[in-house]
């Protein structure tokens, strides 16, 4: 973000954002990345529904999965703006891969790395970190996502040096993959004046008691691996509790915050990479003798995509610069969910529109786009949630009391 001088005065003025060097460097190298590694082979794992291990690996040695963390856990000590921007840049290709990042990163590895203790740190970060391995984040239940605490159901309950965890938890991704290491699951661990007391509890894969269903057939995000969890008398040691005792909820809403301009990010690139697919497409084909992109009204659609394109971006940078000064940052990244995945569905349907037939066969990016935007009004609270989160902020309540 820059500031200036008014050419009268010394009054400072906001005059947009640039990236810094690092940031710019790091986002031409993802782009490429995407580029060239995930365009070419990606259509393929998602035609067959598959987790695209080799292209993670390629993200891992990239560094993609150590970004925001510090060098000591053997991350890049980047920041979570950095993060955000590999999220654009890979989601103007693919959202799936995407989205395994962001899910491993923002809800998987970040909880660990502000609320875990030295110890905890210690035993999960390198890995993580790495990309050798992937955590996942067990917030929604089959009963509700949206009504937490309300709707959750799972217990865990102290017994000796052990927590005992019974429950379910729905549509969890990264759960299942064969290098997840750890779910960290919310569950109630008590009740104080009659209202839940939520802790998180981080379940390594394998442990008895804790089952991983098979995968859901999904609309989109199709090589993303997002599973229903079972817990039945699963048992783990009581130094796996994550955060203070009864803090799972406010540890809860900080990760999503978060998450939400990550995922923000996610939902920008992708209203861009619709415009990037347009582009191409318009000078490639005719209709009554000129190539589509010379007629007006295609050109205002494409205008359209772009200035939605744009004006998300805008607002994920700027809920993102908030987070990395350390200001408030709750209403923007509310804001930057909302606006930027209403852009990538307008986006995504006006990309299929542009193509015609072709818009509508699974070969074509413009095809998966489409697929895989919807989910981007669901997942991490839904548009509904950030309208009421905005709000909320605006001093608007319609909770009793
Ligand atoms: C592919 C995928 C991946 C996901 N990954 C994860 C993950 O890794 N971890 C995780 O914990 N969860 C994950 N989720 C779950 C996701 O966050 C939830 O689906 C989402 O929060 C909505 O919860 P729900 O599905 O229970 O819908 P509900 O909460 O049942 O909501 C149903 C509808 O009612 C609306 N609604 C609810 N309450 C109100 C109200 N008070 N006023 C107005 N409207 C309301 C909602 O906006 C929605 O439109 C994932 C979901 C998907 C589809």
Not at 96 to 114: N, Q
Not at 147 to 167: C, F, L, Q
Not at 179 to 197: F, N
Not at 294 to 302: G, T, V
Request: charged share 20%; aromatic share 10%; net charge negative.
């Amino acid at each position: 973000m820059r500031s200036g001088t008014c050419a009268g005065g010394n009054i400072q003025v906001m005059v947009g954002f640039t990236l810094n060097d690092e940031h710019e460097a790091l986002r031409g190298t993802v782009a490429e990345f995407a580029r060239e590694v995930v365009a070419p082979v990606i259509g393929g794992y998602y035609e067959r529904g598959e987790f695209p291990y080799d292209v993670v690996a390629r993200m891992a040695k990239l560094g993609l999965f150590g970004l925001p963390f510090p060098e000591e856990y053997g991350g890049m000590g980047g920041d979570y703006f950095a993060l955000c921007l590999a999220l654009h840049e890979l989601a103007r290709v693919d959202s799936s891969v995407a989205i395994t990042l962001e899910a491993g990163v923002a809800l998987g590895a970040m909880p660990i790395y502000r609320f875990g203790t030295a110890e905890q740190k210690q035993r999960w970060l390198p890995d993580l970190c790495q990309g050798d391995r992937l955590a996942a984040f067990g917030l929604t239940e089959p009963g509700g996502g949206s009504d937490i605490p309300g709707g959750m159901r799972t217990t865990a309950r102290r017994d000796g040096d052990e927590w005992v965890i019974d429950g379910s938890k729905a549509f969890i991704t990264n759960s299942g993959t064969s290098i997840t290491s750890v779910v960290t699951v919310l569950a109630i661990t008590g009740r104080t004046d009659g209202k839940p007391e939520i802790s998180a509890i981080m379940v390594p894969s394998g442990t008895a008691g804790f089952t991983v269903a098979s995968e859901y057939s999904k609309v989109g995000w199709r090589c993303s691996d997002t599973r229903e969890l079972a817990f039945a008398g699963c048992r783990v040691p009581a130094g796996n509790l994550l955060g203070g005792l009864g803090r799972g909820y406010a540890q809860f809403l900080q990760t999503l915050d978060e998450g939400r301009v990550a995922i923000a990010a996610l939902a920008a690139g992708l209203a861009q990479g619709c415009v990037d697919e347009c582009l191409r497409y318009v000078r490639e084909r005719s209709a009554f003798g000129h190539e589509l992109g010379y007629y007006q009204s295609i050109q205002f659609r494409i205008a359209d995509m772009q200035a939605r394109a744009h004006s998300a971006r805008l607002a994920w940078y700027d809920a993102a610069a908030r987070l990395v000064a350390g200001e408030p940052f709750k209403l923007e990244a509310a804001i930057a969910k909302l606006t930027c995945s209403n852009a990538a569905m307008d986006n995504a349907r006006d990309a299929t529109q542009i193509f015609g037939g072709y818009g509508y066969i699974n070969e074509f990016p413009v095809a998966r786009f489409y697929r895989d935007a919807k989910v981007l009004e669901i997942g991490e609270g839904t548009s509904e949630v950030q309208r009421m989160v905005i709000a909320r902020q605006l001093g608007l309540d319609s909770r009793p009391g």
